[in-house]
């Protein structure tokens, strides 16, 4: 396979930005849509647009099971058991304040624990903030080396019989760690807490299985998997799922209202109130079967090549200090070039079309940890090219010598 | 001179530049004569809020007029804010508050920095008019 054939797939990514050919290298961020992503959307609304579960007519029934199609593409991807163990939502942060809400409120009480840990993005700590202040439950925090890696052993010894729910993420935007979350499952497990991992960052990077990964809840976003934006999946276990109160009222979610008394509908559709995001939902199952047909072996090595080229280039400039050094790392690089600030340098590589991100990325934790005010982050997918790299050294060469 | 003076002279001072690396290159040496505040002045109370970088800002009124003071930990906003200074320091409470800025646009710095609160910008301009506000009602 060739990246130069794969690229004419995405049609953005032949732009210009200020008169130079974009250099795209913020997919921790969010993709870029392949054309049959896009024609999905486009198709969905100039031939069968209309509202799901409940038309008796064709073009309702044919959303429907565009939809449902989807529900099922995602469950083979992830490896889930059930297509009503796919739960749709608005994107990763609104997945993690479901299980927050619906499953916290229920399971969490006084003196309880949630464990977390101290590279998430603000997403997986703020709902479990506001859950333990609702609860007067305690919010358990697993630190992390100057590697950016978790001590596996503090973590052991915060785990007690008070853990309800260990919230983690598989890959870290900032750091790139990817996360042992097989161990931490099954060690929460044995301590009979639950697991919720976040997997915004990973689920476009490696195959995911939830159910050899035991995981409890694994939550991600379509935006980040070359889906459109606005559509996320809770994937949740059955009985757990079954056991949770509904979270949002509404159409769809019901079997039976009345004034009185209204009974709850199954799943998935216990969890997902009002018209969803049809849409969002058609084109992200589109992503997969793209995603599908590229292949992880291809994605990872392809990934790997590019993140071993990008650190070799920034060890090889002058006063550049990659943040984050775990040995099990992701394609994601968080820098800091000694002396000059990240938004200056974010700043004269726009100016260049390199679109890199910078700032604390949602997680200023992390920030506070290594005393930093931000870092420069260039986050890469497949269809980046050992050109990019070579365009973003030129490129933070230039922005040293402006600002110096 | 007028803040329409001031702003005319730097839109003209820009008008000879011919790529955005000339134009970002006397950004960054703005940025390095920016009249800075006291050391004792940089304190949390005086960071505007919204700013990826920090910035500080300091006002007070000398001779009836409103004098500015600031710095920043990134260059490109120092050389920003040194442009709003040279446009708004030295002026009337009055005046200030009723700035409506054009320059801004016709130098083409919304098009490269655009009012967002990665470089706050638009935090800049609100909190120099909050002083002049402030000024003009304890007078």
């Not at chain 1, 799901?52 to 959303?63: K, N, T, Y």
């Not at chain 1, 506001?130 to 305690?138: D, F, P, R």
């Not at chain 1, 992701?330 to 890199?356: E, K, M, R, W, Y």
Request: contains cysteine; hydrophobic residues 40%; proline residues 3%.
């Amino acid at each position: 396979m060739e990246v130069t054939q794969i690229r004419t797939d995405f049609p953005l990514l032949s732009r210009k930005v200020h008169g130079k050919p974009l250099v795209y290298l913020d997919n921790g961020a969010t993709t870029q849509k392949p054309q049959i992503v896009i024609d999905a959307i486009t198709d969905y609304y100039t031939e069968y647009n209309s509202n799901i579960h409940r038309g008796v007519h064709h073009l309702s029934q044919l959303a429907t099971e565009k939809y449902e199609g989807a529900r099922k593409t995602i469950q083979q991807f992830i490896g889930a058991q059930f297509s009503h163990e796919i739960i749709f939502s608005p994107g990763t942060t609104s997945s993690i304040n479901l299980v927050a809400s619906s499953w916290g409120r229920a399971n969490v009480s006084a003196d309880d624990e949630v464990l977390i840990s101290a590279m998430e993005h603000h997403s997986n700590i703020v709902p479990w903030q506001m859950l333990c202040e609702e609860k007067g439950a305690k919010l358990k925090v697993i630190p992390m080396n100057d590697n950016g890696e978790l001590i596996m052993e503090q973590f052991e010894s915060l785990l007690s019989s008070k853990t309800k729910i260990v919230a983690i993420n598989h890959i870290s935007n900032t750091l790139g760690t990817i996360n042992p979350i097989e161990e931490i499952i099954a060690m929460a497990h044995d301590k009979g807490s639950l697991v919720l991992i976040d997997g915004a960052q990973s689920i476009a990077h490696m195959p995911i299985d939830v159910v050899s990964l035991n995981a409890d809840f694994y939550v991600f976003s379509g935006h980040k998997l070359f889906g459109p934006t606005g559509v996320g999946i809770l994937y949740g276990k059955e009985a757990i799922l079954n056991e949770m109160p509904p979270y949002q009222g509404g159409g769809d979610m019901i079997k039976s209202v009345s004034f009185e008394k209204t009974t709850y509908n199954e799943l998935p559709h216990k969890f997902e109130a009002g018209t969803p995001n049809i849409v969002g939902g058609i084109g992200l199952g589109k992503a997969i079967e793209y995603i599908n047909e590229i292949g992880f072996d291809f994605i990872i090595e392809q990934e790997s090549q590019l993140k071993n080229a990008a650190t070799n280039m920034l060890e090889s400039i002058e006063g550049v200090k990659i943040i984050g050094q775990a040995k099990q790392k992701a394609s994601v690089i968080s820098f800091t070039i000694n002396g000059f600030h990240p938004l200056d340098v974010g700043t004269i590589l726009d100016q260049l079309g390199i679109s890199i991100r910078t700032g604390h990325h949602c997680t200023q934790p992390i920030m506070d940890f290594y005393n930093i005010p931000g870092t420069i982050r260039a986050s890469f997918a497949f269809y980046n090219t050992l050109e990019d790299i070579e365009k973003l050294r030129a490129g933070i060469l230039t922005a040293k010598t402006m600002l110096s | 001179m007028t803040i329409e003076d001031i702003e005319r002279e730097i839109v003209d001072e820009f008008d000879l530049f011919e790529s955005w690396l000339e134009k970002y290159e006397y950004l960054i040496e703005l940025g390095k004569d920016l009249p800075l505040i006291e050391s004792s002045e940089q304190t949390d109370e005086n960071l505007i809020a919204g700013c990826q970088s920090r910035v500080w800002l300091h006002a007070k009124l000398a001779e009836g007029l409103l004098v500015f003071t600031a710095n920043s930990d990134a260059i490109i906003t120092k050389g920003i804010i040194s442009l709003l200074i040279r446009v708004l320091s030295n002026q009337n409470a009055a005046d200030v508050l009723g700035a409506e800025l054009k320059f801004i646009n016709e130098i083409g710095l919304t098009e490269h920095l655009s009012p967002t609160r990665s470089n706050g910008l638009v935090s800049m301009v609100k909190q120099m008019k909050n002083y002049a506000y402030t000024f003009s009602n304890t007078k």
